[in-house]
């Protein structure tokens, strides 16, 4: 509940930011190049700001809801996970490191499967933002489908794709999205700075997971 009415302060997007950042704070840094040993995901922070990333997409609507659902159900999956054993699994890398050795990374309900997904939702959500501040006076239509279709719809099987192109039909148009992002003291300007923060922090992230996940042959996974 803390953390919910601090964000009643401020946007999603700005709090996204302070996640980020502290985030790359925690990150070990150094100039050891061997992967497998030194990728970090801070498990916390990297689901905080995933927590935030469903806020953000609530504001789209009811067109959002299955990707909603399936961010939701990979958080829970992960931090049962991580309260397992918190110390072992305050990095997420360890978590797929001991799926891998198990043979279980690829199977059934698995955390690595998880995270594969939360990646690709967050590929998502940043695709569309950078698409918004580019052009905020395109068609929310058109800014969410060239952004599925980047990220998410490579991966998605008939069912999925099929359950998408049903919900682009319940898409606000995007001046009532960027009030439903904007805090009542924020203005335009204040907004699209504060998202093109996000996305510097967000890209260079992104890449590193997308790194970790073909590190450990999990990057070609698809749904149904």
């Known amino acids: 509940m803390k953390r919910t009415r601090e964000m009643e302060k401020g946007s999603e997007i700005q709090s996204a930011i302070e996640e980020l950042s502290m985030l790359i ?5 150094g100039d050891n ?5 030194t990728a970090h995901i801070p498990t916390r922070p990297f689901l905080n700001v995933c927590n935030l990333v469903i806020q953000v997409l609530d504001k789209i609507g009811p067109t959002m809801a299955v990707l909603r659902q399936d961010i ?6 992960l931090e049962m996970r991580c309260d397992s054993d918190p110390s072992t699994y305050s990095n997420l890398v360890e978590i797929l490191k001991k799926e891998a050795d198990e043979g279980n990374a690829r199977k059934g309900a698995s955390c690595s499967k998880a995270f594969v997904w939360l990646a690709r939702s967050l590929d998502f959500t940043g695709a569309l933002l950078q698409r918004l501040v580019a052009d905020p006076g395109q068609k929310m239509e058109q800014l969410v489908e060239e952004s599925y279709g980047i990220t998410l719809k490579p991966w998605h099987g008939w069912i ?22 904007m805090p009542k003291d924020e203005t335009d300007d204040n907004l699209k700075e504060h998202m093109q923060t996000f996305i510097s922090l967000l890209v260079p992230f992104l890449e590193e997971i997308h790194s970790i996940l073909i590190l450990y ?6 749904s149904t």
């Open 25 to 29: 704070e925690l990150k070990p840094t």
């Open 33 to 37: 190049l061997d992967r497998t040993t």
């Open 72 to 77: 939701n159900q990979n958080i829970q999956r």
């Open 160 to 181: 999925s794709t099929a359950a998408y192109k049903v919900s682009l039909k319940l898409l606000p148009d995007n001046k009532t999205f960027i009030n439903l992002l």
């Open 217 to 222: 042959g999990l990057d070609r996974l698809k």
